[in-house]
């Protein structure tokens, strides 16, 4: 069993490989039925190892027999793809070897592939062949410069509102509140949860003057492309948002606020990891204490925000919100450099990985 979950919106992705892999692997089994390999690859050497990793997982036995699930997570080199980490020869022919493999050799019997995706270029025989063989779940996302699909907006909102917020809309607020944020899941589930912090409770009604008091209206280019890079802590999606963002009027400033805040919020997850405070995805400490700043992530978002702690160590992010506030400080005394010199340097830095 293959399932290729394809697409920009990270939400979907991200839930749809879970919900998946809920119903294929008890919980009670995954510390051996299951196995997440992280593969958004920057370089060459990191796609081979990846490959490697994988090859080895799907035709090794379970540990306690049975069946198995890998889950190949934001795969960016399959044949066919055009990025940096499959420029050298040598990784492209190493996926062109794993995708045979695939071809030609079946799953042991119980065992499945979980592949997610940006994209899945159409050109290469790969494609063809997992048209007719694996699964497809279309993960896409708007194109903001195209506008908000308002349909498909409304009937995204109606998805997640019984899940994220649990908040009461009359139609003309739904419609308000796509309009203002866009249709992306990960951003429509991150404003529902803070509006419902804002009111305070769970079943409260919005109002259209809430809208204008607590959501973030969405601009040509998305914000949380570059929050994604930083959670993902890679420099080629790094390198991605800031050329989408810098042909933005206005957007320096408001993408260095959401950068400081993204990473203050990464250091106090990541602090929280450390001293034991959360475990298995949960708080494990009274709601009191839990630290003011963490309070209204739960769920999908609590999860994300945990996944990218962990690709930091403490000293990491501390070092990283310093250079964070730095940024900022020259961005207001500097009035004639473009900004998104001082922005992308710093980015690059904060997310690079410490040499082994």
Known sequence: MITFFVGSDDYRKTHGAKALIDRLVPPE???FGLEVIDAACDKAEQVLSVLDRVREALWTESFFGGGKVVWLREANFLPGTKSRATEAQAAKEAMEAFATL????????????????????????????????????????ADPKKGVNLTAALERLAALLPEHGKLEMSPAVRQAF????????????????????????????????DLEAITCKATGAEPFGL???????????????????ATEK?????SAILVLNLLNELCALRDALDRGWIAGGRWTIPTDQIPARLRFLNGFILSRRLEAAARYTLNELRAARHY????RFKLVDTSSQDPWTIIEPVLLRITRRAAR
Not at 237 to 242: H, L
Not at 250 to 254: E, G, I, L, M, R
Request: aromatic fraction near 8%; charged fraction near 25%; glycine fraction near 4%.
């Open 29 to 31: 089994n995954r510390d």
């Open 102 to 141: 695939l071809q030609t050799t079946p799953l042991p019997e119980g065992h499945a592939l979980i592949v997610s995706t940006a994209a899945f270029p159409k050109v290469s025989k790969f494609y063809k062949w997992a048209e007719k063989t694996a699964e497809f779940v279309d993960c896409g996302s």
């Open 178 to 209: 796509v309009q203002r944020v866009g249709e992306d899941s990960w951003t429509l589930v991150s404003e529902l949860e803070k509006m419902r912090t804002y009111l305070g409770k769970e079943g409260a009604t919005v109002e259209l003057r």
């Open 227 to 245: 929050s994604n890079a930083i959670c993902a802590r890679s420099p080629a999606q790094v390198a991605k948002a800031v050329a989408q963002l």
């Open 250 to 254: 206005d957007s320096a400033f408001p």
């Open 324 to 327: 964070a506030v730095e940024m």
